[in-house]
T-cell receptor
Framework: GQNIDQPTEMTATEGAIVQINCTYQTSGFNGLFWYQQHAGEAPTFLSYNVLDGLEEKGRFSSFLSRSKGYSYLLLKELQMKDSASYLCAVSLRGSSYKLIFGSGTRLLVRP | DTAVSQTPKYLVTQMGNDKSIKCEQNLGHDTMYWYKQDSKKFLKIMFSYNNKELIINETVPNRFSPKSPDKAHLNLHINSLELGDSAVYFC??????????????FGPGTRLLVL
């Protein structure tokens, strides 16, 4: 079966750094996505990793280790607007572009 | 300018009714999806179409029937609505890229409440 685990909730302080972890056990791994979803809104794309290593994009970075089935999303210089849910999703090879989503991590940024 | 649009945004209806949700994308993408997000915010794939052809059909009650009149539209019809169908339904689209790096773009969601 397919399984993706993320912490349910995290709290951090404005200006700080937070790391949101994601572990997965899937068959036919074809890449990992991170999406951000504000309350009442649609998920929006943040990052994509298919090779091991770190991908940096402004204040957000995403890391992947395929051998460990592990990824993290790193958010630097946290802002209040970063309060949202962060969804980890795995793309499965040979499955017609199917994404399997984790249950998401709700991040609360406090002043 | 809206890339992926859905109508209606809110839908409140009685058990047993039949309803439809419409989705359109103007991104020129070949693949479209329907997801269900339940009260625990778990986002789960229901269906996917590629160039009007059904390519993903998860374990979904046959009361749910997707229809794709062309590759820019994917509608979802639900018969005999049940209380458990209450959720947010998201439409999404992606450009077919041979299976790698296909970012999905989501519509604003349709909030369905069955009474």
């Amino acid at each position: 079966g397919q399984n993706i685990d993320q912490p349910t909730e995290m709290t951090a302080t404005e200006g700080a750094i937070v790391q949101i972890n994601c572990t997965y056990q899937t068959s036919g791994f074809n890449g990992l996505f991170w999406y951000q979803q504000h309350a009442g809104e649609a998920p929006t794309f943040l990052s994509y990793n298919v090779l091991d290593g770190l991908e940096e994009k402004g204040r957000f970075s995403s890391f992947l280790s395929r051998s460990k089935g592990y990824s993290y999303l790193l958010l630097k210089e946290l802002q209040m607007k970063d309060s949202a849910s962060y969804l980890c999703a795995v793309s499965l090879r040979g499955s017609s572009y199917k994404l399997i989503f984790g249950s998401g991590t709700r991040l609360l940024v406090r002043p | 300018d809206t890339a992926v649009s859905q109508t209606p945004k809110y839908l409140v209806t009685q058990m047993g009714n039949d309803k439809s949700i419409k989705c359109e994308q103007n991104l020129g993408h070949d693949t479209m999806y329907w997801y269900k997000q339940d009260s625990k915010k778990f986002l789960k794939i229901m269906f996917s179409y590629n160039n009007k052809e059904l390519i993903i059909n998860e374990t979904v009650p046959n009361r749910f029937s997707p229809k794709s009149p062309d590759k820019a539209h994917l509608n979802l019809h639900i018969n005999s609505l049940e209380l458990g169908d209450s959720a947010v339904y998201f439409c999404a689209s992606s450009q077919q890229k041979g299976g790698a790096g296909e970012t999905q773009y989501f519509g604003p969601g349709t909030r369905l409440l069955v009474l």
